[in-house]
């Protein structure tokens, strides 16, 4: 047992990720329970609105009263803030990144500018207003573009525009899920991924999907995409790859965890396309799979987490909700 520590596994939630994020949580609470940590899953249900699971979820943590929260929750509400600032609300020690950079992570705008002013590599981009914009907008870029939500995650809501003509559909899909939409040029390259645990870039994965980008169907259906771990790379552009992971995580502020996409393009730019503060957490998923390969097995990852929230040196400051970062 672990000093009768109650670890609470914060899994499912009202986002569009909810399904992916049981998997997470169940992964996470079976490797510490295995582990001999007292596990609470605290199954957040597909509320509405992120205000009703807010109310939930706080009504439980105070019932329960767990010595710390494991959050494995993906998408809006719990890698946006909302979460985390329920948890410094209740001075809770939770795993991640602290409410104001889970907000900026999440919000691709400003995380690219973040990224910009550490001098790391990006895709040229525009932002439009999907109630009212005009091609001219889009001056400069060439064709293909991504078009894409500026705070969904798992490429949901994320299409292809090979053509002006598709380039409308693209935009009406997008904003779907929020009028502010993040025009990318498309970055020819390998897809490679960098996690960190800690203050330690893993070693880089490269993920080759089946279909023309690593879409929620490539990311989620099973024999979809090839995973190479580790990415077959000169050492040189290995070590480059992790030293831009590492630097994108660490100029969002980020704590605990990370994972960093990016292009290496054909220039041999490790171009960052963002990182997630929540990264999947299934034993499978990428993060655990490049921790396995240097040793760090599941288990062992999701039991250094919850030591990482436990830190005195990592507890959590009482911060007022942080207004949106766009």
């Avoid at 009202?14 to 490797?31: F, N, R, W």
């Avoid at 299409?159 to 025009?183: D, F």
């Avoid at 979809?224 to 590492?246: C, F, N, R, W």
Wanted: proline residues 6%; charged residues 20%; neutral net charge.
């Amino acid at each position: 047992m672990h000093d009768g520590k109650r670890v609470a596994v914060l899994m499912g939630g009202p986002s569009q990720e909810h399904a992916i994020s049981l998997k997470s949580g169940h992964g996470v609470e079976q490797a510490l329970a295995a582990a001999g940590w007292q596990v609470d899953p605290l199954i957040i249900p597909q509320f509405s609105t992120a205000k009703e699971a807010a109310s939930w979820t706080e009504s439980e943590l105070k019932r329960l009263m767990p010595s710390v929260a494991f959050i494995a929750l993906h998408g809006t509400f719990g890698e946006d803030g909302t979460v985390q600032t329920i948890c410094e609300k209740l001075d809770l020690p939770y795993t991640g990144s602290d409410a104001r950079t889970s907000r900026i992570g999440m919000d691709k705008l400003a995380s690219r500018q973040r990224f910009v002013e550490a001098g790391l590599d990006v895709p040229a981009w525009r932002k439009l207003d999907a109630r009212h914009w005009f091609v001219q907008e889009l001056e400069g870029l060439e064709y293909p573009l991504v078009v894409k939500p500026v705070d969904q995650g798992s490429s949901i809501g994320v299409s292809i525009v090979e053509t002006p003509e598709m380039l409308e559909p693209a935009v009406k899909h997008a904003a779907q899920y929020g009028n502010t939409i993040l025009v990318d040029a498309f970055i020819r390259g390998r897809e490679l991924t960098v996690g960190v645990l800690g203050d330690r870039a893993l070693p880089v994965v490269e993920v080759v999907p089946k279909t023309r980008f690593f879409d929620f169907t490539a990311k989620y259906t099973a024999g979809m995409t090839e995973y190479h771990v580790p990415a077959d790379l000169p050492p040189a552009i290995a070590a480059k790859s992790q030293e831009a992971g590492l630097r994108a995580h660490q100029a969002l502020g980020c704590r605990h965890l990370s994972r960093a996409d990016m292009i290496l393009d054909v220039q041999g730019r490790c171009v960052i396309l963002e990182v997630n503060t929540i990264p999947g957490f299934t034993p499978t998923s990428l993060l655990p799979k490049a921790a396995a390969h240097v040793g760090i097995s599941y288990a062992d990852v999701c039991g250094q987490l919850v030591d990482m929230a436990l830190s005195s040196a990592d507890r959590p400051r009482k911060l007022k909700p942080v207004a949106g970062a766009r």
